[in-house]
């Protein structure tokens, strides 16, 4: 098993930054083997992928994000981390950190990002 919890959310105006953060932990696999992901669940809306960073480190953004964020990884301290910058109040949702290794996906609990306008 493998536990993620998120933090770094809050309240943010738009044009600001934040920065979150993702700790992976448990044993079934070593962090450098897991592709890691931001996703992001807006009200009434669908969870969708914001960023991703293999284990390879390819990383990959939506193109609602290009040139906003970064994905980050640090395999010493197991952790993903999502610099977002030039926040909008589109950008608010719920946003979830992923691991996978085929076939297994663990999320975390999620992290509330508001951005007001």
């Known amino acids: 098993q493998v536990q993620l919890v998120e933090s770094g959310g809050g309240l943010v105006q738009a044009g600001g930054s934040l920065r979150l953060s993702c700790a992976a932990s448990?044993?079934?696999?070593?962090?450098?083997?897991?592709?890691m992901g931001w996703y992001r669940q807006a009200p009434g809306k669908q969870r969708e992928l914001v960023a991703a960073?293999?284990?390879?480190?390819?990383?990959n953004y939506a193109e609602s994000v290009k040139g906003r964020v970064t994905i980050s990884r640090d395999n010493a301290k197991n952790t993903v981390s999502l610099q977002m910058n030039s926040l909008k109040p589109e950008d608010t949702a719920v946003y979830y950190c992923k691991g996978s290794r085929w076939p297994v996906n663990y999320w975390g609990k999620g992290t509330l990002v508001t951005v007001s306008s």
């Open positions: 960073l293999s284990s390879g480190g390819t990383a």
């Open positions: 448990g044993s079934t696999f070593r962090f450098n083997e897991l592709n």
